[in-house]
């Protein structure tokens, strides 16, 4: 058995130990769903279904919830996650301009993963730091007050 099996089947038993302890308890299916999220990284139909399954509920109820939260993803995410901010403040100083700049270079649109899983990008609404607009966020790290032209060297930061 290879170390990728060996690893996913470990994550399979967490998840069941996570789905046992929420069995009984009403209004376990987001807890659960984070928990999952962390053990996996994200939420693939399979543990979907897993949790549907093991919580009694239906596949539907589970994606619904998956799909309507932000805070959970169907795709997995790279190892640096990008956000570019396009709440009005940002919008008007040009983020737009920002973003497609990291498409551009990243060769990805925005919900996408780099080839290599390095950078996720992603657009969110605001970040609450509306007097550095234009702002971008990798993973903790935050970035304000970009033009375009700042893009490439914000990615070199991250490059092994």
């Known amino acids: ?28 299916l987001i807890p659960v769903l984070h928990e999952a999220q ?10 979907q279904k897993q949790i549907a399954d093991g919580l009694n509920i239906s596949l539907a109820e589970v994606y619904g ?5 932000s805070a959970f993803t169907i795709y997995p995410k790279g190892q640096y996650q990008i956000n570019v901010c396009l709440g009005t403040a940002c919008y008007v ?14 060769k990805v649109e ?13 657009a ?4 609450g730091a509306c007097g550095l607009a234009p702002v971008v966020t990798v993973n903790e790290d935050v970035y304000g ?8 060297g914000i990615l070199e930061k991250y490059k092994d």
């Open 1 to 28: 058995m290879n170390k990728e099996c060996c690893c996913e089947n470990e994550k399979i038993e967490k998840l069941n130990k996570v789905i046992e302890e929420y069995i009984n308890v009403e209004g376990a």
């Open 38 to 47: 962390e053990i996996f990284g994200y939420l693939p139909m399979a543990v």
């Open 65 to 69: 919830v998956v799909t309507f939260y």
């Open 93 to 106: 100083k040009g983020a737009n301009d920002i973003l497609d700049q990291f498409k551009k270079i990243l």
């Open 110 to 122: 925005v919900g996408q993963n780099t080839e290599d899983h390095k950078f996720s990008l992603n």
């Open 124 to 127: 969110c609404r605001c970040v």
């Open 145 to 152: 007050k970009l033009v375009a032209d700042d893009v490439k």
